[in-house]
């Protein structure tokens, strides 16, 4: 079974700051690993994701996010915080081959000051 | 369709009333996914179906929620005799339109807010 854990539901940033968002993965096999956003309202929309090869995987909107299997994260990032940034963010896991449930985690909600 | 379409977008329910939601996936799109997300949570996995399949329901709460999709394409999920508790976004996604290997990418609707009185 996989699973994900998101460190800090609510997470502010200044504009212009660097975004961190903390995810840790928990697979008894190689896992994919997914980062989702979600605007107010709307459904899910991926950001970026990890299922093989290179280890730092770049997404839209300026987010990457890095493999690291001895840690067991996959942290999400952007350099520079965007006030259109704000939203929730959901760290999500799954096996590889074949059906495969998704697993999300509870999500961190991305707040940005002006 | 250009994405995933769900409807009603919104439903009010008494306690003990029965509704249904409806889910138009991406066309040709394979697997369809049903996910509930309660208030400040992430999405939790309901079932999934490939085709008119239903390959997993092991997500689903209770034998008062039933999921079908005859024909391989839309998708119901019913909710017999509401109760407070079942008050969420329910989220349909679907995926893999080749039905190959799963990498996980998930197109979401918007999702329909359940609130039961």
């Known amino acids: 079974a996989q699973s994900v854990t998101q460190l800090g539901s609510h997470v502010s940033v200044s504009e212009g700051a660097l975004v961190l968002l903390r995810c840790n993965y928990s697979?008894?096999?190689?896992?994919?690993l997914f980062w989702y956003v979600q605007y107010p309202n709307q459904g899910l929309q991926l950001l970026l994701k990890?299922?093989?090869?290179?280890?730092l995987v770049k997404g839209i909107n300026g987010f990457e996010a890095e493999f690291k299997k001895s840690e067991t994260s996959f942290h999400l990032t952007k350099p520079s915080a965007h006030m259109s940034d704000a939203a929730e963010y959901f760290c999500?896991?799954?096996?590889?081959?074949?059906?495969?449930?998704?697993?999300f985690g509870t999500g961190t909600k991305l707040q940005v000051i002006p | 369709g250009a994405g995933v379409s769900q409807s009603p977008r919104y439903k009010v329910a008494k306690r003990g009333q029965d509704v249904a939601l409806r889910c138009d996936p991406i066309?040709?799109?394979?697997?369809l996914f049903w996910y509930q997300q309660a208030l400040g949570q992430g999405p939790e996995f309901l079932t999934y179906?490939?085709?008119?399949?239903?390959?997993?329901k092991s997500g689903l709460p209770s034998d008062r929620f039933f999921a079908e999709r005859p024909e391989g394409s839309v998708s119901t999920l019913k909710i017999q005799r509401t109760q407070q508790e079942d008050s969420a976004v329910y989220l349909c996604?679907?995926?893999?339109?080749?039905?190959?290997?799963?990498?996980?990418?998930?197109?979401f609707g918007e999702g329909s807010r359940l609130t039961v009185l």
């Open positions: 990890y299922t093989t090869g290179a280890t």
């Open positions: 697979s008894s096999v190689p896992p994919y």
């Open positions: 996604a679907s995926s893999s339109p080749s039905g190959g290997s799963n990498t996980g990418e998930l197109f």
């Open positions: 179906f490939q085709n008119e399949a239903q390959l997993d």
């Open positions: 066309s040709g799109h394979v697997s």
């Open positions: 999500a896991v799954s096996g590889s081959g074949g059906y495969q449930k998704v697993t």
